[in-house]
């Protein structure tokens, strides 16, 4: 065997160093990589929506499969005249069933979306105030990424834990709902739930994370970064409910959840619950909220590149 | 037969006889980009090379905030090879790397480095694949080990994940961070953090690096560790380099030339070797024994001597008549300790340059 | 005569952590310097000898008494702290004036002293601005002028430098030197140590929380003996010179090193560099090989510090 000594000095890089389709996609990477490092926070955030899927699932379960029992119990027995009333109200008890699932489960989409808010402002508070803190923005913006890549690459960080709340369990449910009720009606007829659900999560994952960032970007800790976030939300209801209630009803689209609130039904086409704000006011609120938002970003993040 | 294998890649066949050896050996051993100047006293045996194509290029760069003038009209061809960047706190060293790395724009003026003109967003994501920067001041990614770090930077720079996690390796082996690359930050030496800064700065193997400080908060050991990484870079690895540092002897021992800026402007520019040298001709001499009798004979022989200390002399003499200081000592009875040239120092470069006051050398 | 500063089997432990294990050293009188590397107990022993921590066993002596806890020895010495933790909303004028009234000075003295100190440093200019628009440098000249505000007998400075460019650098090093040739003693500690040896002789090296070698850098060269000197010549001849000093007893090796144009460079080791100049200055005198530089290759404090921390 012949003998060999390799000395170990500086070695020059064969590869090649290639523009990413995405250039920001390492940092979504490794930012999850870091975030699901949190073994206990992940477990402590996500049960609560893990139990509320696995009670909801059984619920609408039971709400299809044992409901629909007795009351299809009731229909075959009785006269043949009484066939057809009992049919109709079968088919009406069925209808009704329908659409309080549906109804139930607009109700559970928009209280995933409140545990999203949870997820966010866990592991997103810190995303860009921690980098500020230590320094590590000098390393990022000597990259070849622009200050839009960094913010894109940390929106979605955020972005996974909220969709991941909201639209795992709708899944889960929608599967359940729709092997659950009869003769797969649940697909048959409210299939656009679906689609509707996935929207209203995209429009709220956008406004929460946005504004999670946004508190990311001016807090100095993570920690003021989370209060921040509460706080302006809880304000802008407080704010809203006051003037809303005692001057004007249009002042309540300050108020953010009322915003997003009135979003959702409008989404998915139901008659408002909660604080009645116009659409057009809704959307404009939400819109507003986002401009500012990723205005105020856009300059601290100029100022982090800028600034020694 | 043993085989050392030197830079560049590791070779798959280990098979060699003593002609191939000698073969690769020349290979690997291929100068570096320039030549360094030669040493005090030589007499050129053979022509210079022609001048490699500079690195850095600036035209008229200018950085104004408002009123303040923190860069004011820099003009320089650098050519490659490791430099260092002195100045003055406030100078407007931190300026021209925010411009070079295309964080700020130029008020007027232009940069162009490796060809790339950083003001230019298009040039500007391309030349940053070509520099390595290590930031003076803490700037590690939280939460992540050294590991991690250096391959999420290198995937930003554009690698693919296998290359990234083989070269971050790498790095880390080269600058000596051994286990401690799997263990958190928070028990890292500043030495660790520092090296770790380092090998970032060089996973994507770039052709410039800008290191900011690099020996900063290092016990001596460190430093050593560090310089003698800075100067294997820029002499043997063939990096250019713009160090800047307020150690100027760190700086005489790893860098060709210098660039001296104060108040947004070049004092003076220019290799080491040259702006060190003394125009007349003295050497400094230590003495064992009476320096008075050292000093008769001198004024005997009509030398131009002057005390420098206790037991020192400095003495007007040409460089290469040293044997005449000998015999002149071996006949006051006394032994010379030492008795080198007198080059000025970096340090005197450096106060010189900033009372000059204006214009390039 | 009683030394300035006297450590007796000194120790300081933060629970498990050995900040000072065992020192027992006498600090000579002048300016002293403090090296040693990172973790070696530097920043322990300068706190405790400033009375800022009490020993966990052992002794030390500052100027003749305890220092912990001494308010009258307090006004006896000044200390500059290498962590930068300074007032941001005060100037760097109202700091040192503040430090001085809680010393005991009043009004009047306190804003003399204040004004003069912060001159001496080359904050003159910038005095009365908040600290917070101070640069590195400048945070560092205000630590340094508390420190001399009250004309203290003993200064003590961790890391004196830090953060300073070249001129500060340059005009710390003198003030050290102005306030050496005052009769102040002074102990400063640092990790640049051409600078340590440009400044003073006198050394202190510390390694792990115990003393590794005092005094004068050139007496303790000395008394290392495992490693042999080594002296470096620059000669055109050097390759005929080298066979000559091969064949002397009191060299142990002869090197030749790399082509300096026509001349070469020869790395000597020597048993006893005395003998060795001797010997050489008559070789040189009586041939010609064409000598042009002659020196000591490893009297430098980095290479004993290298040879005693390996």
């Known amino acids: 065997m012949k003998a060999e000594a390799h000395l170990e000095v500086y070695r020059r890089f064969q590869g090649r160093l290639e523009e990413h389709r995405w250039r920001a996609w390492p940092i979504l990477d490794a930012g999850l990589r870091v975030a699901l490092k949190q073994r206990k926070a992940l477990l402590f955030l996500f049960a609560p929506i893990v139990i509320a899927t696995i009670v909801f699932s059984v619920v609408v379960y039971a709400k299809f499969v044992v409901d629909g029992l007795e009351s299809d119990a009731l229909g075959p027995e009785g006269a043949t005249s009484l066939e057809g009333m009992a049919m109709q109200a079968v088919i009406q008890a069925q209808i009704g069933r329908l659409l309080e699932v549906v109804t139930w489960m607009i109700e559970f989409v928009k209280a995933m979306g409140f545990a999203a808010t949870l997820l966010v402002a866990w592991f997103a508070s810190g995303l860009l105030c921690e980098d500020k803190k230590a320094g590590a923005h000098q390393l990022y913006f000597a990259r070849p990424i622009t200050r839009l890549d960094y913010f894109l690459g940390k929106f979605a960080i955020g972005s996974f834990f909220s969709l991941c709340a909201m639209l795992a369990p709708l899944l889960v449910i929608s599967t359940v709902a729709a092997l659950s009720s009869p003769e797969w009606s649940f697909l048959k007829q409210e299939w656009d739930l679906i689609p509707r659900a996935i929207f209203y999560a995209l429009v709220w994952t956008t406004t929460i994370v946005s504004l999670v960032l946004l508190a990311s970007s001016l807090a100095p800790r993570r920690s003021f970064a989370m209060i921040g976030v509460f706080a302006v939300v809880l304000l802008s209801e407080a704010a809203s409910g006051l003037l809303g209630n005692f001057i004007d009803p249009a002042f309540l689209v300050l108020g953010i959840v009322n915003d997003l609130n009135a979003l959702c039904y409008h989404i998915f086409d139901k008659p408002v619950a909660g604080p009645p704000v116009p659409v057009g006011l809704a959307w404009t609120g939400v819109a507003v909220t986002l401009g500012l938002s990723w205005f105020v970003i856009a300059l601290r993040l100029r100022r982090m590149e800028v600034v020694a | 037969m043993p085989k050392v294998e030197g830079e560049g890649e590791p070779r798959a066949d280990s098979s060699g006889s003593a002609a191939e050896l000698a073969s690769e050996a020349e290979i690997h051993a291929a100068a570096p980009a320039y030549l360094p100047p030669p040493g005090p006293g030589a007499i050129l045996a053979f022509p210079p090379l022609s001048e490699p194509a500079p690195v850095l290029i600036l035209e008229g760069l200018e950085k104004r905030y408002g009123s303040l003038h923190a860069l004011r009209g820099l003009t320089l061809a650098l050519p490659p090879g490791p430099t260092g960047l002195l100045g003055p706190n406030g100078a407007g060293k931190s300026t021209l790397i925010k411009l070079l790395l295309g964080q700020l724009e130029p008020s007027a003026g232009r940069a162009r480095i490796a060809g790339f003109d950083p003001a230019v967003p298009a040039e500007r994501l391309a030349l940053r694949r070509r520099i390595g920067y290590m930031p003076e001041s803490d700037c590690l990614i939280p939460r992540m080990n050294a590991v991690e770090i250096v391959t999420a930077l290198g995937r930003l720079t554009g690698m693919n994940v296998r290359d990234a996690i083989t070269r971050a390796h790498e790095v880390l082996d080269y600058v000596g961070l051994e286990e401690a690359r799997y263990r958190g930050l928070d028990e890292y030496s500043t030495g660790m953090k520092q090296r770790l800064k380092l090998a970032q700065a060089l996973v994507h193997d770039p052709e410039l690096l800008l290191l900011d400080e690099p020996t900063n908060g290092l016990d001596p050991k460190g430093r050593k560790h560090m310089l003698e990484l800075v100067h294997d870079l820029g002499h043997n690895q063939g990096k250019s380099l713009l160090l800047c540092s307020h150690l100027l002897p760190d700086v005489e021992r790893t860098c060709e030339r210098v660039i001296v800026i104060h108040k947004g402007t070049i004092r003076s520019q220019g290799t080491i070797h040259e702006l060190t040298r003394r125009e007349e001709s003295w050497v400094k001499l230590e003495i064992d024994g009476d320096v008075t009798a050292l000093q008769r004979e001198l004024t005997a022989e009509g030398l131009t001597h002057e005390p420098d200390g206790e037991g020192r002399l400095r003495v007007r003499i040409a460089s290469a008549d040293g044997d005449r200081l000998f015999q002149l000592a071996a006949r006051a009875g006394v032994a010379l300790s030492e008795l080198v040239l007198e080059r000025s120092s970096l340090e005197d470069v450096f106060v010189e340059a900033l009372a000059a006051g204006g214009g390039t050398q | ?310």
């Open chain 3, 1 to 310: 005569m009683s030394a300035v500063i006297e450590a007796r089997e000194l120790g300081r432990y933060y629970g498990q952590v050995a900040g000072l294990n065992e020192l027992t050293a006498e600090f000579p009188s002048g300016v002293v310097g403090l090296v040693g590397p990172n973790g070696a107990g530097k920043s322990t022993l300068l706190r405790l000898i400033v009375g800022e921590l009490s020993p966990s066993r052992g002794s030390i002596r500052v100027l003749g008494q305890d220092p912990f806890a001494n308010r009258e020895l307090y006004r006896r010495i000044g200390f500059c702290p290498q962590q930068d933790a300074l007032y941001e909303d005060l100037s760097g004028f109202e700091i040192v004036r503040l430090l001085l009234r809680l010393g005991g000075f009043d009004a009047a003295e306190s804003k003399r002293r204040a004004e003069r100190a912060l001159e001496r440093l080359s904050l003159g200019e910038r005095m009365h601005h908040r600290v917070r628009t101070y640069s590195k440098g400048m945070r560092q000249r205000v630590r340094i002028a508390q420190a001399i505000a009250h004309d203290p007998e003993l200064l003590v400075l961790d890391e004196p430098m830090t953060g300073l460019d070249p001129l500060g650098r340059r005009e710390v090093l003198e003030l050290l030197r102005e306030l050496g040739a005052e009769k102040k003693h002074v102990l400063f500690s640092s990790h640049i140590l051409y600078e340590v040896e440009h400044l003073t002789a006198e050394i202190v090296l510390i390694h792990r929380g115990r003393l590794l070698a005092k005094g004068r850098l050139g007496e303790v060269r000395a008394l290392l003996n495992r490693h042999p000197r080594k002296v470096e010549l620059v000669a055109r001849r050097a390759r005929d010179l080298a066979r000559e000093l091969v064949g002397w007893n009191e060299v142990l090796a002869v090197r030749l090193g790399s082509q300096q144009g026509i001349e070469e460079l020869l790395s000597v080791e020597t048993r006893d560099v005395g003998a060795f100049w001797r010997r050489f200055t008559a070789l040189a005198a009586g041939a010609s090989f064409g000598v042009s530089e002659a020196r000591s290759q490893d009297a430098s404090l980095e290479a004993v510090f290298d040879y005693l921390i390996a």
